[in-house]
């Protein structure tokens, strides 16, 4: 990780730890404030780099503050998408669990990309876990950009030039992107969801 991000992020009083193999933890950072642009705008290069950040210690938000937490990052809007459980406590909260008393079953079970049906593609997808499943939750997270840095030369290559077609929706999108941030090639891609490969 960068160390004049970490020391920038010292000054505020939060510190990061790498997660192997990938991701970072931060520590000290309370997302019911408004932190300062530079602060922001660190943790949004430690994210880009590191493929996502885990907030410890935010106890249990409210569906208004996992908003106000979620519009800090990117566009700094909120694109709600598929249906509102009824325990959701705002539209814009997608419930998950598997009791469907509590949230809504079975939700992307392949590797993917969320919002992958949508022409603007979400920047952050941000998840508020209450509570951690006892038997492990199968949950993997995968760093696109080590995804395209895994396939051989002569397949980045081929990837570079395919277009996936979302079988929900028809929207259109390049499999290898730049990401805006790191400027790192990625892959972009969801197993579940699309129809064919151009």
Known sequence: MNASLIALLATHGIT??????IGAA???????????????????????????LVFKKQGVLSGAEQVV???????????????VHPQAPNRHIFRLSNDR???????????HNDGSFERA?????GYHIIRVAENGGGTIFAHQGAAFDALPPEEQERWQRL???????????????????????????????????L
Request: aromatic content about 6%.
């Open 16 to 21: 990061l730890e790498a997660l192997v193999p």
């Open 26 to 52: 931060v520590r000290g950072l309370d997302l019911r404030k408004t932190p300062p642009k530079d602060v922001l705008n660190a943790l949004e290069s430690v994210m880009a780099d590191r493929g996502f």
């Open 69 to 83: 937490a979620s519009e800090l990052w990117g566009a700094q809007e909120m694109h709600s998408t598929h249906g």
């Open 101 to 111: 008393s509590v949230g809504i079953l079975g939700v992307g079970p392949q590797w």
């Open 121 to 125: 593609v979400f920047s952050h997808v």
């Open 163 to 197: 277009v996936s077609v979302n079988s929900n929706s028809g929207v259109l999108h390049p499999v290898v992107h730049t990401h805006p941030i790191s400027k790192r090639k990625s892959v972009y891609l969801h197993l579940g969801m699309t129809g064919a490969v």
